[in-house]
């Protein structure tokens, strides 16, 4: 994918699931599992999403859940693989923080796979939320399933 560097971020729009799945399906290490994948694009379907284009192509995006007036959940987020590394999911989610503000929202989550199950993958992902500011809140054993302990990260956006 040879994509210039500069992109805009739109949204938050519903009905994405089309233009977001073929990113989910390009990185297999992070969503490999097909019915997990099918939960993920319905979930982008009826929940608002933002996307990053780069000459009206989607290289990423990232879709928000809200739990409550206070808290809100990354749900789901993903950027071509060509594309990692070059500031995509950072604008997201600062793009995803500062709508959430306009909307009072105070806390963010994130879930995803937890250290005790080591890979190498969902290591530089508990990175890139680390460098975030998200902070480790509570590893669940069985939340997922025991072969998938799932982290919660949380940060404070208020």
């Known amino acids: 994918m040879n994509l210039p560097f500069d992109f805009v971020i739109d949204g938050p729009?519903?009905?994405m699931a089309v233009h977001c799945e073929p990113?989910?399906?390009s990185l297999p290490q992070w969503f490999g599992m097909?019915?997990?994948l099918i939960q993920y694009v319905a979930g982008i379907e009826a929940l608002p999403t933002f996307v990053a284009k780069a000459r009206k192509t989607v290289a990423g995006f990232l879709t928000i859940k809200h739990h409550n007036?206070?808290?809100a959940e990354l749900y789901v987020m993903g950027t071509h693989p060509e594309l990692h590394r070059r500031g995509i999911?950072?604008?997201l989610v600062d793009q995803a923080e500062a709508y959430l503000k306009q909307n009072a929202v105070e806390f963010l989550q994130v879930k995803t796979l937890g250290p005790s199950c080591r890979?190498?993958?969902y290591e530089r992902?508990?990175?890139f939320y680390m460098a975030l500011g998200f902070r480790p809140l509570e590893e669940f054993k069985n939340l997922?399933?025991?072969e998938n302990p799932c982290l919660v990260m949380v940060k404070c956006i208020k």
């Open 144 to 146: 997922w399933n025991s």
């Open 89 to 91: 999911g950072r604008r």
């Open 125 to 127: 992902t508990r990175a």
């Open 119 to 121: 890979n190498e993958a």
């Open 23 to 25: 990113i989910l399906r």
């Open 69 to 71: 007036e206070y808290a």
């Open 34 to 36: 097909e019915s997990t």
């Open 13 to 15: 729009s519903l009905n």
